[in-house]
């Protein structure tokens, strides 16, 4: 699947190590922080084998498994495509492909709906003859030809990975070609013969939060300790990114500097320099049509006396811009109710995916005689969530996606002229007797949130009804309707009601949004989160003790969060990958990365509000907690596994009671094969069903 990478997501894709500071030695669950310490990793086994006793010994669990298992291993499932060249590209795993299949058909065949796929590179193999859990990360390409590439292979998951050329008409990794240590960095491609890139290179090269601070040049047959240093940041930066687009005939080689989450730099490299581009700090870049760059604006823009408005998008004009004039044309600028979520490039326009109140559409936009032209995409499905999947810049042929909670995945293909089903995924729950509607809560403050709810049609609003909360409300991030049959097959078909709020902090509807929940502001959230629950107890849809709430990363900080704050709400909790310790998060893996988001804990003005929402610091004694479930993974190298183990060992040395599970692969989604996201989810819907019923 190709995305469309910004840089909140290369953020989010590379880590830091711990450091332990004299000023928290007063913690005394800091030892839990050595990921792999014999004696931490004796707790987590401990852990896991009381959490475990308990539920797959739980009537639900074993049934539920293995349909999940079958659902994820179901050689029905789509067969998700990457356009590259005049091939489709495929990652595909399966109860015979455990790690998976890297595979391949021409474009033709694949809309003919051909089965027969040509194995590029088999994983399984490849990780039983190196004796390592490979898991698949991608290709980064050399365009237009692609026969090499750069393939991303993480061992278990984790976000570090390794770089290695390959050559995909031989299928095998090129002898004596370019390879990059497992490491955090990145690269671009300048020529067949020659690499941008940045890696971890010993001490000092890492900035602050762990990423790389050094770009380089390196040249085929040349060792890599020779490549040439283009550019190095201080260490205050967050790091450096390299990348490189093919576009007008020219492969572009660019640098990405990361000043903060939400604030970069790109520099621009032909002719042996680097050339700094002149655009505001916090647009976020979204790619390139042709000679213009795409950026979604954070803040407004003035140009030559004109106001580009917060949340807009709009093109700039690399040439000219690389001559210090800026060439700004608006494509769309989203009204309060909506915002931008994704957008792709054709060889003649771009297609747009707008949200409007949580639900999407597409636009076209050409451009003609120096303006931008829209044009909606006809014969979309109704109500839903519409995610772009792939496309191809050298024809208008792209992919996407449309899915509801009810509705399962539907792959369209579209082109100039049309817009057709290429697969659809089967129902794997009964949707017949579900419905879903859409609802708003009012927040401490007075602003209106939407949720989302999906309910049985016969529903009794008797106060009774086990229901589950799923939200995130973070990094400008939209929760928009999805089909899960995970969520199908274990909790709406065991008779619960599940429900997705869009609570601030999100992008749902822009940049306002996201920033009325940052650093200071980020109670507000919360309250949005209670407001919800409030709402459903008060429409007798559900009670505290039918109540449970789910959230994962920044999500699981969310239900950490409500847990600590509203106890009184909830009586089941899944804090997936968590931050938790508010005090020590910039110094645990990528935590440093994300002050921008939610503060300096250093700083006594930023700690004087985390103080209050930490959820390790506002664990009471006295107090009486839901049972919650804390799920992690030793491999997660994004959200350490030590602020889950130090909330859970905290809470059992105060008498509270908990259920915690601990993976040994998969980094941050804490599974790498179906058979571990089977066991995983396995074990928390039966955890929510005995809860909540």
């Known amino acids: 699947m190709k995305t469309q990478l910004t840089f909140l997501t290369l953020l989010l894709i590379v880590m830091n190590v711990p450091m332990l500071h004299a000023q928290e030695a007063e913690d005394p669950y800091l030892w839990l922080e050595d990921i792999e310490g014999e004696k931490s990793l004796e707790w987590v086994r401990t852990q896991n084998e009381l959490s475990e006793k308990v539920f797959t010994e739980a009537p639900l669990f074993n049934s539920l498994n293995k349909a999940l298992l079958e659902v994820y291993d179901d ?13 489709v590209y495929n990652f595909w795993q399966d109860a015979e492909h455990e790690r998976g299949v890297w595979r391949r058909m021409l474009k033709e065949n694949y809309l003919a709906n051909d089965t027969i ?5 088999d994983l399984d193999a490849l990780s039983a003859k190196e004796n390592k859990k490979w898991v698949f990360g991608g290709a980064n390409w050399l365009e237009p030809d692609y026969r090499i590439c750069l393939l991303s292979l993480s061992d278990g998951g984790t976000d570090k990975s390794e770089l290695r050329e390959f050559d995909v008409t031989k299928k095998e990794f090129v002898e004596n070609g370019f390879y990059l240590k497992e490491s955090k960095g990145s690269a671009g491609w300048i020529d067949e013969n020659t690499l941008l890139f940045t890696s971890d290179f010993g001490e000092g090269s890492l900035s602050y939060a762990g990423y790389p601070r050094i770009a380089k040049v390196w040249k085929r047959g040349t060792p890599a300790e020779d490549a040439k240093t283009i550019l190095e940041v201080e260490p205050e930066v967050a790091g450096l990114f390299g990348g490189s687009y093919y576009s007008e005939e020219k492969l572009h080689t660019i640098v990405f500097k990361m000043i903060t989450t939400f604030e970069s730099e790109i520099y621009y490299y032909s002719d042996r320099k680097l050339k700094k581009l002149d655009f505001p700090a916090d647009a976020e870049f979204r790619g390139s ?3 213009e760059l795409l950026l979604i604006l954070q803040s407004d823009w003035e140009v030559e006396n004109s106001i580009f408005p917060a949340g807009a998008l709009v093109s700039l004009n690399l040439e000219d811009n690389l001559q210090g004039k800026n060439t700004v044309k608006l494509i769309h600028h989203p009204n309060s109710e909506s915002s931008i979520t994704s957008l792709l490039s054709s060889k003649d326009y771009i297609v747009v995916n707008i949200l409007e109140n949580v639900r999407n559409k597409l636009i076209k936009y050409s451009l003609k005689d120096g303006r931008w032209k829209e044009e909606e995409v006809k014969g979309l499905p109704g109500f839903g969530g519409i995610d772009l999947i792939t496309f191809d810049k050298s024809s208008n042929d792209y992919f996407f996606q449309f899915s509801n909670f009810i509705t399962p995945p539907t792959l369209y293909y579209a082109n100039d002229h049309q817009v057709d089903i290429a697969r659809k995924l089967k129902d794997y729950f009964d949707p017949s007797d579900l419905t879903v509607e859409q609802h708003w809560a009012t927040s401490k403050d007075g602003t209106k949130i939407p949720y989302f709810i999906v309910f ?28 899960s049959a995970t969520i199908g097959l274990g909790w709406l078909e065991q008779g619960g009601v599940y429900v997705l709020a869009n609570i601030r902090g999100g992008g749902e509807f822009g940049p306002a949004w996201h920033q009325a929940a940052v650093r200071e502001k980020r109670q507000n959230a919360y309250d949005d989160f209670y407001a919800v629950a409030e709402n459903l ?28 704050q509203r106890p009184d709400l909830y009586h089941a909790a899944i804090v997936g990958a968590p931050l938790l310790d508010m005090r020590r998060y910039s110094k645990m893996l990528a935590g440093a990365s994300w002050m921008a988001e939610y503060g300096d804990p250093d700083k006594p003005e930023d700690w004087a509000y985390l103080k209050k929402f930490s959820p390790y610091h506002n664990l009471k004694k006295e107090a009486e907690y839901p049972k919650v479930l804390f799920v992690t ?12 183990r130090k909330m859970a060992a905290k809470m059992a040395d105060m008498g509270h009671p908990f259920y915690y599970y601990e993976t040994i692969e998969g980094g941050h989604g804490a599974a790498s094969t179906n058979e571990q996201s089977a066991k995983m989810n396995a074990l928390i819907y039966t955890y929510l069903n005995e809860m909540l019923k």
Do not use: M
Request: no cysteine; charged share 20%; proline share 6%.
């Open 75 to 87: 050689e029905e499932n789509i067969a998700y495509p990457d356009l590259i060249g005049k091939h």
């Open 117 to 121: 796929w040509e194995i590029v590179l």
């Open 289 to 291: 049509y042709k000679s």
């Open 456 to 483: 049985r049609k016969d529903i009794e609003l008797n106060g009774s009804n086990p229901t589950l909360v799923d939200a995130y409300g973070g990094f400008n991030i939209s929760s928009q309707p999805f089909y």
């Open 537 to 564: 107890i008060a429409q007798k849809i559900t009670s505290p003790g039918h109540l449970g709430i789910y959230g994962w990363s920044n999500g699981g900080l969310l239900t950490g969060v409500a847990f600590t």
């Open 633 to 644: 993974s030793i491999k997660d190298d994004r959200v350490h596994p030590g602020h889950a």
